[in-house]
């Protein structure tokens, strides 16, 4: 099993008509890695807090819907967070956020995930918001230490980071945790640092995601592989990193003890992000979308 852990929101997303209209979708960087690897076909489970609220009700039935295991979701009564993206000509998202007092915060420090877990996925806003983002931390020191395959995308949402130098600071301390680091180009600029600095603090390969450019890993062992996007219609790209998490949790989970085969392994991810940026939210696809 993969354990996914982090918020579920509700994204408001914008609708060309009429103006300024809203569309409620179901969001949150970890919440969409847990639904598209349920489509993928994967055995997951969704590790947050969710509001008792209607919105918080309907996230989880999406979650349902995907087969994803929700025995390790806690639930409480405050609202759910809302984020507003807004989109540029060419779909790319930019975020606000309504987050004080919501559930997602709330989250605590569950017991040891289950010996079956294999791989353990984190990021986006659970890590920047307290006091859940200290249990998330713990969350993922806890079971790298267990040997778990661990994946960190930090997805980085500049309007909630107060301090950067802080957040900066506390990156570099995840990653001797982390087994895979798996960056956009805006999150590896404003972060500032580079590949091999972040290869050598811990993780076994750095997956950079590059929009229409594609995909590249940079491996420990000094190897670089690099797979093309999908000439698509782009309707927006809400979604479409988190689709690479998933695809890249998916494969690497099934290669454990197994050399990586990381050209496949990245031709699978930039298939399953283009097929999510064809639709409006994050949309991510299903197994046998992937297969034909």
């Known amino acids: 099993m993969i354990v996914v852990g982090g918020e579920a929101l509700i994204d408001l997303v914008p609708l060309a008509q ?12 970890p919440y969409n890695t847990a639904l598209a ?29 995907a087969g994803v295991d929700l025995s390790l979701v806690q639930r409480g ?71 778990l395959l661990t994946l960190l ?12 130098a802080l957040y900066r600071a506390r990156f570099l301390g995840w990653l001797p945790y982390v087994s895979v ?9 404003w972060l500032g640092g580079r590949v091999s600095d972040w290869l050598a603090a811990g993780p076994s390969a750095v997956v950079l995601t590059r929009g229409a450019g594609g995909l590249t890993v940079w491996t420990r062992e000094g190897a670089e592989h690099s797979a ?11 979604g479409a990193g988190d689709t690479v998490n998933a695809a890249l949790l998916h494969r690497l989970s099934g290669m454990a003890g197994q050399p990586v ?25 299903y197994a046998a979308e992937l297969s034909g």
């Open 261 to 285: 085969d990381w050209p496949g392994v990245l031709a699978y991810a930039a298939h399953a992000a283009a097929l999510t940026c064809t639709r409006a939210g994050a949309e991510p696809p």
């Open 77 to 147: 009564p405050e609202p759910t967070t809302l984020a507003v993206p807004s989109l540029a000509p060419d779909g790319s998202a930019a975020y606000g956020f309504y987050v004080e007092g919501t559930a997602d915060r709330l989250f605590t420090l569950p017991p040891a995930l289950p010996d079956g877990v294999r791989a353990l996925a984190l990021g986006t806003c659970s890590l920047l918001l307290e006091p859940g983002a200290s249990a998330y931390e713990a969350l993922l020191r806890r079971e790298s230490q267990r040997g």
């Open 228 to 238: 093309p996007s999908h000439r698509i219609s782009v309707v927006d790209t809400i």
């Open 153 to 164: 995308d930090p997805n980085i949402r500049p309007a909630l980071i107060a301090d950067p």
């Open 37 to 65: 690897l349920g489509r993928l076909g994967a055995e997951v489970a969704f590790c947050s807090r969710v509001s008792t609220d209607g919105l918080g009700e309907s996230l989880l039935s999406g979650l349902r819907a």
């Open 18 to 29: 009429p103006p300024g209209a809203l569309l409620p979708r179901p969001g949150g960087g």
């Open 181 to 189: 680091l798996k960056l956009s180009e805006e999150d590896a600029a």
